[in-house]
């Protein structure tokens, strides 16, 4: 079954929920990069926070990206989304493993990500920039990271629920998560209700592997609040790569070092860091390159000549 966003929002108005299951996504990600259930978890949570906060986009053109760099056996971790909530990503070591957590004997999300270390949000929204926000790590699991820089670089305060629940063949069981933001003009007194609510809230996990649906979920979860969907769609794990995008990337390495790649392997193999789809430079198509970044750099003198 597709996995599936929802949005949706009180009936005063007052508190916003983006709500997704992720299993498809995330076991496609396993599927991709071969992940451990350590790396399955952090790459998955990630995901599903750039699949929610990419669902809010605007534009077609925008996409937004989630990056983790703490300093733990994970390394980076980088989710990127497109408006509708599409994502793909990477960490930087997928084969890293921790033993579950002696306390509660669950997936060492923390101890994977590392606690010291920044979480940045870029988005680019079609502008000469992309808005780069970004804040120190708080705890390494992710959905608190998320909401404590929700809470102090864009001043939303919300609460955030990401889960992965991984099976004893390391397949993905279930998947998804939720933001809830508190728009403007809220009442005390639903902030109130809204932490009871998230006292008593089960994991997202637990409730999508019980079979049940968003829907069912958000309900059980804002017990009290009435809730009204207003829209929902289809995402999942999606590259955007292709052979001239690769161009890009070749070209960014510069003149000589490409001549020596052409010299020495007379051909050139780049795989997408995503998708792991191989694209393939033949020594004739190099050279075309070079020329290419020749002409570019010789256009930009003659620029500066003018000036
Ligand atoms: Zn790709």
């Not at 000469?128 to 909401?147: C, F, H, N, R, V």
């Not at 390159?289 to 256009?299: H, Q, Y």
Request: aromatic share 4%.
């Amino acid at each position: 079954m597709a996995d599936r966003i929802i949005r949706a929002i009180t009936c005063d108005g007052a508190i916003k929920i983006l709500a997704m299951t992720a299993r498809e996504t995330v076991e496609e990600a396993r599927r991709i990069h071969d992940l451990t259930p350590l790396t399955s978890a952090a790459l998955g949570r990630t995901l599903i926070a750039a699949s929610l906060l990419g669902n809010d986009l605007k534009s077609d053109e925008n996409s937004l990206t989630v990056r983790i760099d703490g300093d733990g056996p994970i390394g980076s971790v980088v989710a990127v989304s497109d408006n509708y909530g599409y994502v793909r990503g990477y960490c930087r070591n997928p084969h890293a493993d921790l033993p579950v957590r002696e306390k509660d004997r669950k997936i060492d999300v923390s101890g994977g990500v590392g606690k010291a270390g920044t979480l940045s949000i870029i988005k680019d929204l079609g502008m000469k920039e992309p808005y780069i926000g970004q804040t120190p790590l708080m705890s390494g699991e992710i959905a608190e990271d998320i909401t404590a820089y929700l809470a102090t670089s864009e001043q939303i305060p919300s609460v955030c629920a990401l889960g992965v629940l991984v099976d004893r063949d390391w397949t993905i069981k279930a998947a998804g998560g939720y933001i809830i933001q508190l728009l403007p003009g809220v009442y005390d007194d639903e902030i109130d209700r809204l932490e009871e609510c998230m006292k008593k809230a089960r994991a997202v996990t637990e409730c999508l592997d019980a079979g049940m649906t968003l829907e069912e979920m958000l309900a059980e979860t804002l017990t009290g609040f009435e809730i009204e969907v207003l829209d929902e769609a289809e995402v999942g794990y999606r590259c955007t790569c292709s052979h001239e995008r690769t161009c890009g990337v070749l070209m960014a390495i510069g003149t000589d070092e490409l001549r020596t790649i052409a010299e020495e392997d007379g051909r050139a193999e780049v795989a997408c860091q995503f998708c792991d789809k191989k694209y393939v430079f033949e020594k004739d198509e190099l050279y075309e390159l070079i020329r290419e970044i020749e002409i570019r750099n010789e256009k930009k003198d003659e620029v500066r000549g003018v000036v």
